[in-house]
């Protein structure tokens, strides 16, 4: 309550009003008339300026006399006015979008441009972010996008995911400016380590399905763009403290110089922000910095470098440990209990779910204007990963599973103490009473990279109506691997005996006393280089923008393993992969009120080193024989209609996946769980997609979009099965040699399942009136509908043989409203904003993640429910 106070304290400070002589205007697109938010108006001389606000207006003060303001947007042609304080209000300030490939330091044109881009595209303004993030996951802030499903998951810091037209993380590209930022491994994306992206971004789209990316190793299902700051940062800065529930508090500040005289911008930010977590015992401690340094080098050339990062710590709920129904609501604190979190018998805290990370992203851009119809853009970008997570360790498999807080959806009992908190203690006297030194132990396993990559697109212009993109991709990434033990939990020593290594010449390993900081369970290096071309021609005359687009790329995957070979058997052999895509489109403005668009494209992607190049890629250098390219083809329609008081677009589309690589658990969360690495599977994704905005009053702003999907799975699937170690098994769990006749196998027909782990229909409304000059109320809900659950194989026990899957248990429907108001006002001479959040208003009780249980109901689905009401407030002030 004293935080809540002193933010009224600091707002009651002697308020100065509004200097008078303000040049005011608004900008609004010229070719739909529609207003625009976030556009920067800069004085030209002193770098000082303005965003505009969500009905596209603006108020800079300038002095009296004549001077001259810059008007940038993303996507658009920048424009300077000259401007006479004597007439302070400018009207109607129009601007003209570039043409389909945006000419900015984004390098590979990754932004679509609305009306002339043929894609399905939402675009994420920075002042949403700002009003609407609060302590939200940064997936969470397009939950209002169509086909678009986020959630926290386990409920740690960083731990959400985002699934687009039902495709998971693997298959959705992410990209900060021009440069791809899904792991070279798998293909996924870590959220807590981009932090710092919420206070820097100029720009964020979601673009949906085959999108404007010229990328060589393009998406499946979509992909989201986000370009920060650079020369456009208005000269300032500001300082930010927030808090909200469950102990939250971030602290920040920004400082930009603008463009200076001599042609510099420098932007600075940093921020440090801790918490409690709302879900039992899921503390974290997050900073995040951000450096720009760009140089205009003439009329013609520009130098940008860019240097940002977020490195963390945080305290999580294990993915595995969800509950059934029936066992949350036995528990004192329902949705928020964590089965893993404890104490040893002193009293001490202890935790077996840990993350730590940090991930330097480094990129130095070029732009070149080469001539009137000439231009090249380069970037060279380097990303250093370090970091890991603790895992529990065992001398049987038993043992590793016991670190688990449940299983099969029910809290473990074994390690339970009276209170129903995790009796860590209870691991010390089970390891005591061992003759064979500690049955379970805690290793961390650290997981480090360097990855580094280059990016170059050329453009020039064919005659009046052409224009020509061409360019290289080219990526190099190292991932090392290693498991260190850190914790012994009372025993002498560890013998690793779950790890088999029947590769090495000595047996050694077998009778081995380990203590901590020696190496189990893996040690090895995964590699991973890619060459790549594109080209693309673009056709733009008389409200017809058309594209043809071809690229090609070969993939290079192979591994040391210094754990399961002698050294002259530690380098694999090298799998490579050729992967292509041929995509076209149009776009066609019927007038500046309606248009309409279409776009069709085939993408044959390499597989990726985990799951699909390597059979089982942790412990293995054996490739997988059978690993072929996921392919898409992809067919989209699309509708647009823009005025200056309604804005609408309805978009279907279809998307045939074919062989797909997919690993699923066999009775999953069990100790006897086995995993199934599936191969060739084919599913079908299409739907509808509707949104729109609406300005009935000059106050009052309603936004709303619905979302149909129809995504399901095409036919049967087999894969061999695995322990949860990794390691190949018989039917009955028992480790055997690697595609040995005794390596199981199995069949699964998933011909009319649908697709899990997403909702395939959603649909949301918004309300935003502004009820007094600066301030401002929001109302958004959002509705999930048709969630089927994440589905696994369930209740094989020792027979492998051919099942038909039924259909997983759908999740009930969920509607969620959340609260928003920001209050825009000087405090002395500087401009402040007080955003205060209210998510969950009414507390709706809703579940957001599941796995199928063995009949496929309610019964035995084991879930994960959304977060209860939660709030934030937050206070900058600008300079």
């Known amino acids: 309550m004293k935080k809540v106070i002193s933010f009224f304290v600091v707002i009651m400070i002697a308020q100065l009003s509004f200097s008078q002589g303000l040049v005011k205007g608004t900008v609004v697109d010229k070719a739909t008339n529609e207003t625009l938010a976030g556009v920067s108006v800069v004085n030209s001389s002193t770098g000082t300026g303005v965003t505009t606000s969500l009905d596209g207006s603006f108020s800079i003060k300038l002095p009296t006399g004549k001077q001259e303001i810059t008007i940038n947007y993303i996507g ?43 894609v399905a595209l939402s675009v994420i303004e920075p002042l949403i972010i700002e009003n609407k993030l609060g302590t939200q996951e940064f997936p969470e802030i397009l939950k209002s996008t169509p086909g678009i499903y986020a959630t926290k998951q386990g409920g740690g810091y960083g731990d959400s995911r985002v699934n687009l037209r039902g495709f998971e993380a693997p298959n959705i590209a992410v990209m900060i400016n021009g440069v791809p930022m899904n792991d070279m491994e798998w293909g996924g994306i870590y959220w807590s380590n981009w932090g710092a992206l919420s206070d820097v971004t100029r720009s964020m789209q979601v673009q949906r399905g085959l999108g404007a990316s010229k990328v060589a190793a393009p998406s499946l299902g979509g992909s989201i763009n986000v370009v920060t700051r650079s020369t456009d940062a208005i000269k300032g800065g500001s300082v930010s403290y927030g808090i909200g529930n469950d102990g939250y508090e971030k602290i920040g500040f920004a400082v930009s110089t603008g463009l200076t005289a001599n042609n510099w911008a420098i932007t600075l930010l940093g921020s440090k922000t801790v918490s409690n977590g709302y879900i039992q015992g899921t503390e974290y401690e997050a900073y995040s910095y951000f450096i720009n340094i760009s140089k205009k080098l003439s009329d013609n050339q520009q130098l940008s470098f860019t240097a940002f990062s977020a490195p963390q710590w945080h305290n999580q709920r294990n993915s595995a440990d969800k509950l059934l129904i029936s066992e949350w609501q036995k528990q004192p604190l329902k949705y928020k209990y964590n089965a893993s979190y ?18 330097p992203q480094i990129s130095l851009n070029h732009s070149w204007t080469i001539d009137e119809k000439s231009s090249l853009s380069t970037a060279v970008y380097l990303s250093l990963g370090d970091g890991g997570g603790w895992g529990g ?11 688990y807080g449940s299983t099969g959806g029910v809290p473990n009992t074994m390690f339970r103490a009276a209170d129903g908190t995790f009796d860590y203690g209870a691991i010390y006297k089970l390891n005591a009473a061992s003759e064979t030194g500690s049955k379970m132990v805690m290793s961390t396993a650290i997981n480090k990279h360097v990855w580094y990559g280059a990016l170059s697109t050329f453009n020039t212009k064919i005659g009046q109506d052409i224009d020509f993109y061409g360019g290289l991709d080219l990526r190099y990434y190292k991932g090392t691997h290693t498991n260190v033990l850190t914790d012994l939990y009372g025993g002498k020593f560890f013998i690793d005996n779950t790890s088999l290594r029947p590769s090495l010449s000595n047996s050694d390993w077998k009778t081995k006393k380990l203590g901590v ?154 100790q006897s769980s086995l995993v199934a690495n599936l ?46 170690q990794g390691q190949p098994t018989d039917a009955q769990g028992n480790i055997v040699e690697l595609l040995s006749p005794q390596h199981a196998k199995i069949d699964v027909n998933l011909e009319g399942i649908h697709v899990g782990n997403s909702a395939q229909t959603t649909a949301a409304v918004g309300l935003n009136y502004q009820i007094l000059k600066g301030f401002r109320v929001g109302l958004d809900g959002n509705y999930f509908g048709r969630n089927y659950s994440y589905f696994n194989i369930s209740s094989v026990g020792t027979s492998v043989a051919s099942s038909t899957f039924s259909q997983p248990w759908m999740i009930p429907d969920a509607v969620t409203f959340d609260f928003s108001a920001n209050y825009r006002f000087k405090i002395g001479t500087f401009d402040a904003t007080l955003v205060g959040n209210i998510y969950n208003l009414l507390d709706t009780e809703y579940i957001t993640d ?30």
């Not at 002193?346 to 730590?356: E, L």
């Not at 001398?395 to 016991?402: K, L, Q």
């Not at 949104?691 to 699937?717: C, H, R, Y």
């Not at 429910?865 to 900058?876: A, C, D, E, H, V």
């Open 342 to 359: 404890g104490f040893d018998m002193n009293g001490q805290r202890k935790q077996s779910s840990y993350n730590y990370y940090n991930k």
């Open 679 to 724: 191969q060739g599977v084919n599913a079908l994704h299409q739907g509808v997609e509707l949104d729109f905005v609406s300005k009935p009053l000059k106050d009052l702003e309603i936004t709303g979009m619905i979302s149909l999907g129809d995504w399901t799975w095409q036919n049967n699937a087999s894969g061999y099965v695995y322990n949860i």
């Open 850 to 879: 599941a796995t199928d249980g063995a009949d496929h109901t309610w019964k035995t689905a084991s879930v994960f429910y959304g977060f209860g009401r939660t709030w934030s407030m937050n206070l900058k002030i600008k300079f």
């Open 76 to 118: 658009y042609t920048s424009k300077k006015i000259e401007v006479n304080t004597a007439n302070p209000d400018l009207g109607t300030i129009a601007i003209e979008s570039e043409a389909i490939g945006l000419k900015d330091v984004t390098v590979t044109s990754s932004v679509a441009i609305r009306r002339k881009t043929p």
């Open 517 to 670: 900081g020696d190496v189990v369970y893996r040690d090895y290096d995964g590699f991973v280089a890619s060459e790549g071309v594109f080209g693309q021609a673009e056709y733009n005359k008389d409200g017809l923008s058309s594209f043809i687009s071809l690229s090609a790329s070969n993939t290079s995957n192979w591994r040391y393993d210094r754990f399961y070979y002698d050294p002259a058997q530690a380098l694999s052999k090298t799998v490579n992969f050729l992967g292509y895509s041929a995509k076209g489109g149009a776009n066609y403005n019927i007038n500046t009120n309606h248009n309409v668009f279409a776009n069709i494209g085939i993408i044959s992607r390499a597989p990726f080193f985990s799951g699909g190049a390597f059979l089982q890629s942790t412990t293995n250098n054996l490739t997988n024989p059978n690993a072929v390219n996921e392919k898409a083809f992809s067919a989209e329609l699309g509708y647009g209609y823009r005025s200056k008081a309604f804005t609408a677009n309805l978009n279907v589309y279809r998307t045939n996946w074919i062989d797909k690589t997919m690993v699923r658990a066999i009775n999953a969360n069990s």
């Open 393 to 403: 360790q065992g001398y049987e498999s038993t043992d590793r599973s016991n670190w």
